[in-house]
């Protein structure tokens, strides 16, 4: 391996390191800020060291076909210390700030979801309701007009024929039949 491959292999691992403190301080930060339930925390952490891991050898093996050296860990350590000297508090600042933003940013899109499409509909469905208990007090009117004198006509006029096919005793046993079992099924002993 000549000199000018280690070389890039080593300001490759230096980038590896400074972007693995990157991943780092915004996954911490943004664990902190959504409270991840506990258990889950150690999953996260697995899968960051896990994708840390493959980053690393991506750039490895781009650098250098793979070779494992000193100078490849004394890059990531060397990487990874100057981000947490020198890049760490403004990471976390640009993920909190991003954060923020991305809140407000949701809270902008739900309000307006909300205004264009929830609203409305609640209007309409009031509209509707207050609509459909107006047809439904002018039917109770108009059946009280119309239908309730027809009624009582119609039950004069077959009262002869109820009366003879005793259509009232039939129903009356039948009423009291349900009365029995429902009693027997549902009341408290």
Same mark, same amino acid.
């Given at each position: 391996?000549?000199?000018?491959?280690?070389?890039?292999? *080593?300001?490759? %691992? *230096?980038?590896?390191?400074? %972007? %693995?403190?990157?991943?780092? $301080?915004?996954?911490?930060?943004?664990?902190?800020? +959504?409270?991840?339930?506990?258990?889950?925390?150690?999953?996260? $952490?697995?899968?960051?060291?896990?994708?840390?891991?493959?980053?690393?050898?991506?750039? +490895?093996?781009?650098?250098?076909?793979?070779?494992? #050296? @000193?100078?490849?860990? +004394?890059?990531?350590?060397?990487? =990874?210390?100057?981000?947490?000297? @020198?890049?760490?508090?403004?990471?976390?600042? @640009? &993920?909190?700030?991003?954060?923020?933003?991305?809140?407000?940013?949701?809270?902008?899109?739900?309000?307006? =979801?909300?205004?264009?499409?929830?609203?409305?509909?609640? /209007?309409?469905?009031? &509209?509707?309701?207050?609509? *459909?208990?107006?047809?439904?007090?002018?039917?109770? @009117?108009?059946?009280? =007009?119309?239908?309730?004198?027809? /009624?009582?006509? +119609?039950?004069?006029?077959?009262?002869?024929?109820?009366?003879? *096919?005793?259509?009232?005793?039939?129903?009356?046993?039948?009423?009291?039949?349900?009365?029995?079992? /429902?009693? #027997?099924?549902?009341?408290?002993?």
């Amino acid at each position: 391996m000549n000199l000018q491959t280690q070389w890039m292999t *080593l300001l490759w %691992m *230096l980038f590896s390191g400074g %972007m %693995m403190g990157i991943a780092f $301080d915004s996954y911490r930060v943004i664990s902190g800020e +959504l409270r991840f339930p506990r258990w889950s925390v150690h999953v996260l $952490d697995l899968f960051y060291w896990i994708a840390a891991a493959l980053f690393v050898f991506r750039n +490895l093996y781009h650098s250098n076909q793979g070779e494992l #050296r @000193f100078y490849v860990f +004394l890059g990531l350590f060397i990487g =990874i210390w100057i981000y947490f000297l @020198f890049l760490s508090v403004i990471t976390e600042r @640009f &993920v909190v700030m991003l954060m923020k933003v991305t809140k407000r940013i949701y809270a902008v899109i739900v309000r307006i =979801i909300q205004l264009l499409l929830i609203v409305p509909i609640r /209007w309409l469905l009031k &509209v509707i309701r207050i609509l *459909l208990s107006f047809v439904w007090i002018m039917l109770m @009117f108009i059946g009280r =007009i119309t239908i309730l004198p027809i /009624w009582k006509l +119609l039950t004069w006029m077959t009262s002869p024929i109820r009366k003879r *096919l005793r259509i009232g005793e039939r129903l009356r046993f039948i009423q009291q039949w349900a009365i029995r079992i /429902w009693q #027997r099924w549902f009341s408290k002993n």
